[in-house]
Structure formats: C-alpha cells, structure tokens
C-alpha cells in the first residue's frame, strides 16, 4: 500500500488566480495520476505525470490550464491556473499500487473559486 | 469520457439490510474496481475483479462481473449505518494505472 498526503485539504481563492496542489508518496512510484472531480460528479483523470518527463494529459485538458511538475519518484505537483468559478471541484492525487492495477489516493482538495 | 454508468444514482436501505449497486460499461476490460468515497473525500479501494473472474468475495462484500452483458454489481450484506458513503466502480484495461470511474452511487444507511 502507498500513504500519500495532500495538501492543501481545502482552499477558497479569488478567480483570476492560481492554486498549487501537492502530494507526497512514502514510498516511490513511476507514475502518478491526477483527477479531477466536480460537485455531485465522478472523477476524471486529468494527467499522468511521470517523473523525468512531461505530463500526459487527457482530452479536454492543457498544460497551460494544469501545469505538472514530478521532481523525483515521491512528489507532485498540480497547479490549477487563472481560476475561474468552473474550476470549482476536488482535485485528487492517485498512485498505482502493485501492478499498477488499483489505485491509492490522497485525501483531496476541495477548491472553491469566488 | 467516462465510460461506466452506475444504478441506482441514490440507494437510501436500514441498517441490516442488503445493498446492490449495479454499473455498466463499453469498452473491453482487464479489470473492474469498486472504490468507496466518505464526504468528497479521498477514496478507497474495496475490491478488484478480473475479467475472466466472475464473482469475487471480501468481507461483506459480494462483486460480479458478467463480460457479455459489460455490467458488474456490489452487494454489501447486512449493511451498517457507517457504510453509508458513495461507491464508485471503476474499469482498467492495462493502460499502465488509468482508470475511468462510473457516476458512483450514493448509498445512506440509517440506523
């Protein structure tokens, strides 16, 4: 199993400005996955990040919008850019546990936008 | 997009009675996973099934998987107020860790 922790758990932000999210793994992992889940919503996956590499991202989802960093095997970081209301969701971070078939997440940010 | 539908949308049981959650989905699957969420929180793996499985076990959890029809369902037995939580499932096909999640199911059991 993987504890991962995130932060920050919740924050509320002016629109026009950025958020940084950030998740530490105890342990190292390759790939690390981050989602997006809007109110009353299932989650989509934003990106793949990959440590040494630029992010994957999905359809419907850009770099200059959520910009990625992966330092090393036990970090990252989303940044949620020129916010605006519809940016309101919880953000989740995820790894892959053995396999990589089932996945542990953070706890989540919920980031409501003004 | 999200390929996985979920029924019902809201499921409101008694304390002692069963659960089912049922979801279906489109595309071909190595797995299928169950994942439970507390309050929009993180969530939590429950119970993965393979694709050439057909029923799997964990606690007082029951999971099947039917490949020809795409569909699959969570029975929680003998179900306890502090089961009370969304349920997600959740399918992968070997694509290195992504999953797509279903719409969940919103499960409130009273005491």
């Known amino acids: 199993s993987a504890v991962i922790s995130q932060k920050p758990s919740r924050d509320i932000c002016q629109r026009g400005t950025s958020l940084t999210i950030q998740c530490q793994v105890d342990?190292?992992?390759?790939?690390m996955f981050w989602y997006r889940q809007q109110p009353g919503q299932s989650l989509t996956l934003i990106a793949t990040a990959n440590q040494g590499s630029e992010a994957t991202y999905e359809s419907g989802f850009v770099i200059d919008k959520f910009p990625i960093s992966r330092p090393n095997l036990t970090f990252s970081t989303l940044t949620v850019s020129n916010l605006s209301p519809e940016d309101s969701s919880i953000y989740l971070c995820?790894?892959?546990?053995?396999?990589?078939?089932?996945?542990?997440f953070g706890s989540g940010t919920q980031l409501s936008v003004l | 997009s999200q390929q996985g539908e979920e029924d019902p949308q809201a499921l409101s049981i008694q304390e002692g009675e069963n659960a089912t959650m049922n979801c279906s989905y489109k595309?071909?699957?190595?797995?299928l996973q169950w994942y439970r969420q507390n309050s929009g929180r993180g969530l939590v793996h429950l119970i993965l099934i393979r694709s050439n499985e057909r029923e799997k076990h964990s606690g007082r959890l029951r999971v099947t998987l039917d490949t020809s029809k795409k569909s699959s369902s969570l029975l929680i037995t003998a179900s306890r107020a502090a089961d009370t939580a969304s349920y997600f499932c959740a399918t992968g096909n070997n694509q290195g860790g992504k999953l797509i999640f279903g719409q969940g199911t919103e499960l409130s059991v009273k005491p």
């Open positions: 342990s190292q992992v390759t790939m």
């Open positions: 995820s790894v892959g546990g053995q396999g990589y078939q089932k996945l542990f």
């Open positions: 595309t071909s699957i190595n797995n």
